[in-house]
């Protein structure tokens, strides 16, 4: 076996770990092809399992013959380890070195991971499109499920099946992904069911420079208009970047050929430079200078802030041309597999109750990211402490979890599920033994078969015991739609992820559960109270004693 | 009645009200000697607003046409406007309110006039006093003596007729020491930690001067504060240099020559001026409505707020220091000692002392570190964040402390036995109130008024069952040991249930607490039945 050859040490004994708000632990060191675990061999200390793939970068130190590692998370972790030996401790950080990068997908630890639990519902099976197509049908019969892309074809990015406009044969819609970037013909995302409009999501338009047009495009997203009424194109873009674009072959829609289409640019930002943001916010996180200007200074200068506004302000655009003015929406950027889905994706939050469940969730994770495309194998291979230079990464899933917890903040009670679950999509999408992030599209996916040879994530958390953790225990079906306060002063710094390792959350966990006893205890009197009504009532009609005076 | 002169217009129709997070209602407004009434017309769902005079800080007026429209700035940092048809009308409202907001006249505001016929005024008023608290204090007994040497004012007026002092000093020593303190606060005990036996003791600078004067009856004082001890600590609460400054001005710090078993420290703490202009700032920054996340951090940074709340939790964290983990005690000054000294007193017992984190025990602590040992809340919540009167004593001292006390209460959700809302009470009766509590600027401003015999006490209406049940935390478990703060400034939150108070998205938050409180309080039912 290949692994191997890169594990120079395999084992050492009396290396210190230190790990935040922990107790050190001493204990032996072993690494194996996907793990890093430290055991004391003592039964009251925690054991440190961590995965190569979760490690972002090392660094190593030496005081005299005594190593100091200092491993950084792609969970924002930070711990260190103590190793005896010059040569032990080199070889252990250039192992770690060396099998946290690993590129080759098929190496992965999803495909060594074999569950240790009872799978009762297969994950890779919970959200097939065509069971999401089937709740639309219940609606609408304006739309079909279009096989067009079935081997990958047409668009190597979309899933096999995508909702299409009924009207629409497969020959025009190979003519229209012929026009739009990355072959992202416009599909369904959203059916608004309380006024039938729609959201649909796209690459952009390849006008070029000479201002290029394609008939079958704008019928086809015309099809999606009732008579008389106008619809809206949001762009993620500022106009002059979508101006430029047209310097190499994209664009966007013209007026003058898509006449009953409003256009909106609204900036949200890409890739670099949301990764320098991350990692100037991370940084800013870890300072220790105790200086309140400081840190708020540099909190301002992530511009992380920022763009958690920018996205939420479009989604709830998006939303409000839904929902208040009763038009469809067109929502694109330049490739469309990133700030378009944030924006689809949160809009729904907004809009759809089914979103703001648990199952309802994941099953918007699954097609508004997973099968709709976004490469999350080249947006999260590095994370924030990373010192190689950044390639595709992006946290573009990061700010849109960051998002829907500003949502969730501000709206205790309307979702199923808590902030927990959050941070376990984000930890999952970095680093995870499930397959379910792995690849960058759907045909990726299918190319390394995985539901054949990983467990996905939705087949572990959908168990009762998971459940129980992620539910919020103050959830209280909401039917309306939710308006998220997008200004400044109501944006908080998302703590739970970028504070999560620098403060102690004993007393804030503590309390967490105190709550969930409270409610709970309050269920079951509640129950309780309920069943003596009703014997009580039993008796009063039973017992003709009762009713004489 | 001396108030009618002040009312042109009593009464006007028609007018239409707008307030934060409702909808706008058309009414009849009202204007008397203390109250601003507004009842709308909605037959079915009549909903009144009733506003004290006092609560408003500023009012702006504009005329268009032949009405106009006055915004009132509370000092809750409600934001409220009446659209009032007639000129003259609306010009006779704003000059009643802006008269009738800011009289001076202590006995002519209305906690002097609030009989509810709930309540009768109490036979005793506050909840405890220095007697009583001394009384209850066995372990003091052995050392520390209860005095009445300032039973008639004339040693320090600003304290209380009782002092808790140590055994072996004589009154003739205390008045001595007296003199030597500004103001007449010579040192004396705020707390006493009994799980080793060392004080907290407040007083205010020495008298030094420029010519180093030195006071042996102080210095006597204090060695016996630390009798039996190797050391006593001393925080002050200026600068080094600031403190070295305060000599000019005939004021000063013990000098290592004469108090050498005293260790001293010089913490910065903003007061005064500074303070009530980092309010102003943050208010103002709350209040922006330009939606740019840059400018709100900046605002938000430049206000300083956030570090007078770290700097005020890490130097009662320094305090706790000394006193718990160090074992020994300390004196706290800064220079008059009636407002950073009691806010760190005040946060280091709450670190510190389990029964200070009930609600009777928060209530009691307030009680003694800010009536009895006088932080004047006349002087310094005259005008909150909106007036645009010339500042004078302003400055929001108490509300930096409730700020504190909410970053404590966020860390150690269990540890407090109060909620939020007491604190957002306490900040909107510190600034208005129907009660007494904290009218006038000390003890003896408060016995020439009567205030104890004809007004109510705001602590003991708090701990009526009803109104405890409201202000109580469920989630209260009650913890011995020393709740350490985090400091570091990523830990250090603005305290939005106050400052977005009137935004909408705090709603939420509170919809969420009040549904927990329900089912506590049902719980609660459901048990006893």
């Known amino acids: 076996m290949e692994f191997a050859e890169l594990i120079k040490t395999p084992r050492v004994d009396g290396v210190v770990l230190h790990r935040p708000f922990m107790p050190t632990v001493e204990g032996t060191l072993c690494l194996t092809g996907h793990h890093l675990i430290l055991s004391s061999r003592q039964d009251n200390t925690e054991e440190l399992w961590l995965l190569h793939s979760n490690i972002d970068s090392i660094e190593k130190r030496f005081v005299g013959s005594l190593g100091h590692i200092t491993v950084k998370c792609k969970d924002l972790r930070v711990i260190q380890l103590e190793i005896t030996g010059m040569e032990e401790c080199l ?40 069971n999401a197509f089937k709740d639309l049908e219940s609606m609408t019969d304006e739309w079909r499920l279009s096989e067009v892309n079935k081997d990958f074809s047409l668009c190597p990015s979309y899933p096999p099946l995508v909702a299409v406009p009924k009207d629409f044969d497969d020959e025009t819609l190979k003519k229209v992904a012929t026009f739009r970037h990355g072959g992202r013909f416009p599909v369904l995302s959203y059916y608004h069911k309380k006024n039938g409009m729609v959201m649909m999501r796209a690459g952009q338009p390849l006008t070029g420079t000479n201002g290029r047009r394609c008939k079958e ?101 998006a939303a409000q041309c839904i929902d208040r003015e009763g038009a469809s929406v067109l929502v694109h950027g330049t490739e469309g597999t990133d700030s378009t889905l944030q924006v689809t994706s949160l809009a729904q939050i907004i809009l759809d109750p089914g979103c703001r469940t648990v199952k309802g969730f994941q099953s918007l994770v699954e097609r508004e990211w997973l099968q709709a495309g976004h490469p999350f194998q080249q947006r999260c291979a590095q994370s924030a402490f990373s010192n190689s230079k950044p390639r595709h990464e992006a946290p573009v899933f990061l700010l849109f979890l960051d998002c829907v917890w500003q949502i969730l ?60 953790r992620l539910t919020n225990p103050l959830y209280e079906p909401n039917s309306l739609v939710i308006w998220p306060s997008v200004a400044p002063q109501s944006l908080l710094l998302w703590e739970g992820v970028f504070l999560r390792w620098n403060r102690s959350s004993k007393c804030l966990d503590e309390a967490y559960e105190e709550m969930v006893h409270i409610i709970e205890y309050n269920k079951e009197l509640q129950t309780k109270v309920n069943s003596l009504r009703r014997q009580l009532a039993q008796l009063e009609t039973e017992d003709p004693l009762l009713h004489t005076p | 009645m001396e108030f009618a002169e002040h009312i042109k217009t009593a009464n006007v129709e028609d007018v239409v009200l707008r307030q934060p997070l409702q909808p706008p209602s058309r009414g009849t407004l009202c204007i008397t000697g203390h109250h601003l009434l507004f009842s709308d017309r909605e037959e079915s769902d009549s909903r009144q607003v009733l506003l004290l005079l006092r609560n408003i800080d500023a009012i702006e007026k504009r005329m ?80 520390w003596r209860l005095s009445t040497v300032n039973r008639d004012y004339s040693v320090c007026p600003s304290y209380p007729p009782a002092v808790i002092v140590p055994k072996s000093i004589d009154d003739d020593t205390l008045k001595k020491a007296a003199k030597f303190r500004q103001g007449g606060r010579f040192p004396v005990l705020c707390y006493y930690h009994k799980k080793n036996g060392m004080v907290i003791m407040r007083s205010s600078q020495p008298l030094l001067g420029a010519n180093r004067k030195r006071c042996k009856e102080d210095e006597l004082l204090l060695q016996a504060v630390i009798e039996g001890s190797d050391k ?32 001293r420290f010089h913490r910065q703490m903003e007061r005064g001026k500074a303070l009530q202009e980092s309010l102003i700032k943050l208010v103002e920054a709350c209040g922006d409505e330009s939606n740019n996340m840059d400018r709100w951090l900046s605002k938000l940074e430049n206000s300083k707020w956030l570090s007078h709340v770290q700097n005020a939790l890490s130097t009662a964290g320094l305090l706790v220091e000394c006193v718990e983990r160090d074992g020994h005690s300390v004196l706290v000054h800064g220079s008059e000692g009636t407002d950073c000294s009691l806010l760190i007193s005040t946060l280091a017992q709450l670190i510190m002392d389990p029964c200070c984190r009930t609600m009777e025990g928060f209530l009691g602590l307030l009680e003694r570190e800010w009536i009895q040992a006088r932080h004047p809340f006349q002087q310094r919540c005259a005008h909150s964040a909106y007036s645009h009167a010339r500042l004078q004593q302003e400055s929001p001292v108490f509300l930096l402390l409730l700020d504190c006390v909410w970053q404590l209460w966020r860390q150690f959700p269990l540890a407090l ?39 109510h006490c705001l602590f003991r209406a708090l701990l009526r069952p009803t109104e405890r049940d409201y202000y109580s935390n469920p989630l209260y478990e009650r913890t011995e040991l020393a709740i350490w703060p985090s400091v570091h400034p990523q830990s250090l939150q603005l305290w939005k249930g106050y400052f977005l108070r009137w935004t909408q998205q705090v709603r939420h938050l509170e919809e969420a607490q009040e549904e927990i409180r329900n089912m506590v309080i049902e719980w609660g039912k459901l048990a006893r039945s």
Request: hydrophobic share 35%.
């Open chain 1, 91 to 130: 070889n252990i950080a250039s192992s770690i070195e060396a099998l946290s990068t690993l590129d080759l997908v098929s190496l992965m630890y999803p495909f060594f991971y074999r569950p240790m639990f009872e799978v009762i519902e297969d994950g890779w099976n919970s959200f097939l499109p065509q």
């Open chain 1, 217 to 317: 495009d704008e019928k086809l997203i015309n099809a999606t208009l009732r008579p008389g009424k106008r619809g809206y194109i949001i762009d993620t873009r500022a106009i002059n970047v979508a101006q430029q674009a047209k310097a190499r072959g994209g664009g966007f829609e013209l007026e003058a050929n898509y006449p009953q289409w409003r256009r909106i640019h609204k900036a949200i930002e890409r890739y670099n430079v949301l990764q320098e943001s991350l990692i100037k916010l991370v940084e800013a996180c870890n300072d220790q200078s105790h200086s309140m200007d400081r840190w708020l200074s540099k909190l301002e200068a992530s511009n992380w802030q920022t763009n958690v506004k920018e996205i939420l302000t479009t989604a709830c655009l």
């Open chain 1, 409 to 468: 903040r501000q709206f205790p009670c309307s979702f199923e599920f808590n902030e927990s679950f959050l941070v376990l999509l984000f930890e999952h999408a970095y680093a995870s033994q499930f397959g379910t992030f792995l690849g960058n599209s759907a045909a990726e996916r299918a190319r390394l078969c995985l539901p054949e040879k990983t467990v996905s994530l939705w087949s572990w958390v959908n168990r009762p015991q998971e459940l129980e």
């Open chain 2, 64 to 143: 268009s046409g032949s009405s106009g429209t006055i915004t009132m700035k509370c000092k809750d940092l409600r934001v409220l406007q009446l659209d009032i048809p007639g000129m003259e009308q609306c010009l006779n409202i704003a000059h009643s309110i802006e008269t009738l907001s800011c009289l001076d006249c202590v006995s002519a505001m209305y906690p002097f006039f609030y009989r509810p016929v709930d309540l009768s005024l109490p036979e005793q008023w506050g909840l405890s006093s220095p007697e009583m608290h001394y009384s209850q204090m066995k372990e003091l007994y052995e050392k």
């Open chain 2, 232 to 263: 006593g600590y001393i925080i002050d609460t200026r600068s080094m240099q600031q403190a070295q400054q305060a000599r000019m001005t005939g004021g000063g710090f013990e000098s290592k020559s004469f108090y050498d078993r005293w260790k």
């Open chain 2, 417 to 455: 036995g109060f909620s939020e809302a007491l604190l957002l009470r306490l900040a909107t009766e510190v600034y208005a109130s129907d009660y007494g509590t904290f009218l006038c600027n000390s003890d003896q401003e408060r016995c020439a008024l009567e205030v104890k015999e004809r007004t």
